[in-house]
């Protein structure tokens, strides 16, 4: 799923046999499985954190009786099933354990209000974060924190009463891109203003790895020292334009915990979130990939004061993101 031009066109074919119809021969059991059947773009509230970006594949097993073809479940409809439910549930949305205490909501006339504190091991002070949004962009999971077998669980729920009985078992596995542990990886949130997609939606975010390259020589020095000391690991990419109430400077992070306000509205409805200054890293124009990787290809020239070519590819979740060169 492209973040820059995801729309939601699939369509559901029918689930399948039903017990009873004459398609199911015998009751021979088979398992199918079909691997990265889709890509997960999302948000997550930690009350340890705050709001991360995080991306997965998507993995299913299904368990059940064969029909006369052989299939446990015909793998076209299947995938077709898995994608279109993961757009209306988890792709793109904010996920958010609401059991836990952290964690306060509120009903609007055109939208829905959710309060959110969280406090870092060794933070004096609590951070909150207040997110107003078009109804659908949050997705509930009703557990005190967040795990993915909880997320796997309750996905898997919904897409079991989408199949027809002859599924005895359905697994769903969220997982995560592989990314050495020497490799310099970070998570960020954002959200684009005029995009007609779900992409608009204020906190949905990714999982990424960030190349850096000083004239033909790759350094890593240099992509960990964006991901620690710009980003922080964790960040939210906005603009001057979405600013409501505080202050950013571009190509640059907030240096206090003061809180900022963002907002927008687009064609889903009004977003507008408040969080900590020094969690959000500001970017000229659009908060795109594309963007991004402009603006951490200046920091570096910048930074490193050198007439070679500074090229940046930043990801944009798995398997896609932007490249630039000054």
């Not at 994608?83 to 793109?92: E, K």
């Amino acid at each position: 799923m492209n973040g820059h031009n995801y729309q939601e066109n699939s369509t559901i074919p029918p689930a399948g046999p039903q017990i009873g119809d004459q398609s199911v021969v015998n009751d021979r059991i088979s398992t199918l499985f079909v691997r990265d059947v889709g890509k997960i773009d999302c948000a997550m509230f930690d009350p340890s954190f705050g709001i991360i970006g995080q991306s997965w594949y998507v993995d299913v097993w299904l368990t059940g009786s064969l029909d006369e073809n052989g299939f446990v479940f015909d793998f076209s409809p299947l995938k077709a099933l898995i994608r279109h439910t993961l757009a209306t549930t988890l792709d793109h949305a904010l996920i958010i354990p609401v059991g836990s205490q952290c964690v306060q909501y509120s009903d609007l006339d055109q939208g829905e209000r959710w309060t959110l504190k969280s406090k870092a091991r060794g933070d004096q002070f609590e951070s909150r974060w207040d997110y107003i949004s078009a109804k659908g962009s949050v997705f509930p999971i009703h557990t005190i924190a967040l795990k993915t077998a909880n997320i796997e669980q309750e996905f898997a729920r919904i897409i079991r009463h989408r199949l027809p009985p002859s599924v005895h078992q359905l697994v769903v596995k969220l997982r995560e891109e592989a990314i050495a542990p020497t490799e310099a990886s970070y998570r960020y949130t954002h959200g684009i203003t005029g995009h007609n997609g779900l992409c608009q939606r204020l906190f949905h975010g990714h999982r990424s790895r960030i190349e850096v390259f000083v004239g033909e020589e790759r350094r890593p020095d240099l992509e960990h020292y964006v991901v620690r000391e710009v980003f922080a690991t964790n960040v939210h990419i906005a603009t001057l334009s979405q600013i409501k109430s505080g202050q950013g400077k571009v190509g640059f992070r907030g240096t206090t915990a003061d809180p900022i306000t963002l907002a927008y509205t687009g064609s889903l409805g009004s977003f507008e979130a408040t969080l900590p200054s020094n969690r959000v890293f500001f970017v000229e124009g659009e908060t795109s990939v594309e963007a991004l990787a402009r603006e951490v290809a200046l920091l570096i020239k910048r930074e490193e004061q050198t007439s070679e070519k500074i090229r940046v590819v930043c990801y944009e979740g798995i398997d896609k993101g932007a490249e630039s060169t000054v």
